[in-house]
């Protein structure tokens, strides 16, 4: 595969730790509703306790009707970026690219350059990719020759938040915070495209913590 140079979107979202859930559904006007918005990170140990669980979602606001001719932008990269070290650093990233209608993971490697600006690792293995699942079937989860187990397609958008009542909370004094009795969930019946990668802990090295971050990238 030849090496392609990917320039950083806007999107961005930023976390750490073993266990991580970030949301950022409402971007500049440049990003929201784009092909690289990114509305959520998930960062958590698998089922298997050996393995830790990497979720990146894009696209949100989909309803019913526009997520089933939704897709992921063939031109767009979704790189997870891991720290191992504390020195925001990445020390390793899973890079996954989209193409007919698959999703090709390369990783979790370390990069020859980091930051902003990336490079396709061009020996990923062959076999990395997972069909993307269509919009109400059956999730297609695919397990790779290193361990990685894949999935990409959409899924219901997991972040619940009562943006009336956060309204009420910045603008009305006589309110002081959420009310459970009563919440609704804003995003309820919206859809998200998803990616996750489950890999082993191994793969990380002895480390007990570590920082990961997920930036879109954009083919130039």
């Not at 361990?147 to 009336?164: E, I, K, N, Y």
């Amino acid at each position: 595969m030849k090496q392609l140079r990917i320039l950083i979107g806007v999107g961005f979202v930023l976390s750490a730790g073993l266990f991580i859930i970030s949301a950022d559904h409402i971007d500049a006007p440049a990003v929201t509703g784009g092909s690289s918005d990114i509305t959520d990170i998930y960062t958590f140990q698998g089922e298997d306790t050996n393995n830790i669980v990497f979720v990146a979602n894009v696209q949100g606001f989909l309803s019913p009707i526009n997520t089933e001719n939704a897709q992921f932008d063939e031109n767009v990269l979704i790189e997870f970026n891991i720290d191992t070290n504390q020195d925001a650093v990445e020390d390793y990233v899973i890079q996954a690219i989209p193409k007919n209608n698959k999703m090709y993971v390369a990783g979790p490697y370390t990069p020859e350059i980091t930051g902003t600006v990336s490079n396709v690792e061009p020996n990923a293995a062959r076999d990395s990719f997972v069909k993307i699942t269509p919009y109400g079937s059956d999730p297609i989860v695919k397990e790779t020759r290193n361990g990685l187990h894949l999935f990409a397609g959409p899924r219901d958008d997991p972040f619940f938040f009562d943006f009336s009542r956060f309204v009420a909370i910045l603008t009305d004094p006589d309110v002081s915070g959420f009310d459970e009795s009563v919440a609704a969930d804003t995003f309820a019946g919206t859809n998200v495209l998803s990616v996750v990668v489950e890999v082993p802990k191994s793969f990380f090295g002895n480390s007990d913590k570590i920082d990961v971050w997920v930036e879109t990238k954009r083919k130039q």
